[in-house]
């Protein structure tokens, strides 16, 4: 029990005679460089503690932000009018899973198809109202969206469309398109919309439920 008060009482002297040495010479004792897992931060450097934040790779947005691709949605041409000079009508489509949300907020690209699933050469524009907005599906009171299209057919039509593809998502890759039948045995007032035809088309407004 003497031997440890004693070694106790020679470190306490020890470490009070630096203490005088440091305060007789007017310097301060060095603080210690800061250190990170070991290594010393130079000064101006951000002191991290080597772990990484992952990037969402979300761009910012939420899932209620998803654009809406032709797998979330059904879509089906609505009466309109129609002459061997033209036409316009309306296209309605449906949220299928409203527990999985998502976002129409651009003006959809447009292919009009043969019986054969080929592209007809057509013009489209994007003239008529509304424009783009943020439509959510589903929204708070609806669960489906239209939008407009108007043509003007061509000279000697020939081949008449099959269907309508829209690209909601404007990419290169139309596997996810919309697909909306037309001119079948009690829908044919697309007849007048062919190869060089122009199709004026809308962006998406809110429907109703």
Known sequence: MRKRVVGATVVLAAGLALSGCAAGSGQSPASP???????SVEAGEQATTGEQTEDSGDNGRSDEDRPCTGRDLTAQYQSGEASPTGGEGTLLVTKKDASDPCVLDRYPDLRVLDENGRPLATT???TLEPAPSRVPMPGPAYD???LS???TAAEGCGSIPSELALNLVGSD???DAVQVAVNTGEQDVLGSLCAGSTVDISAFGAGVS
């Open 173 to 175: 890759d139309w596997a």
């Open 144 to 146: 489906q969206a239209v």
């Open 33 to 39: 460089e800061p250190q990170i897992n070991g290594q």
């Open 124 to 126: 489209v524009q994007h």
């Open 149 to 151: 299209l108007k043509w």
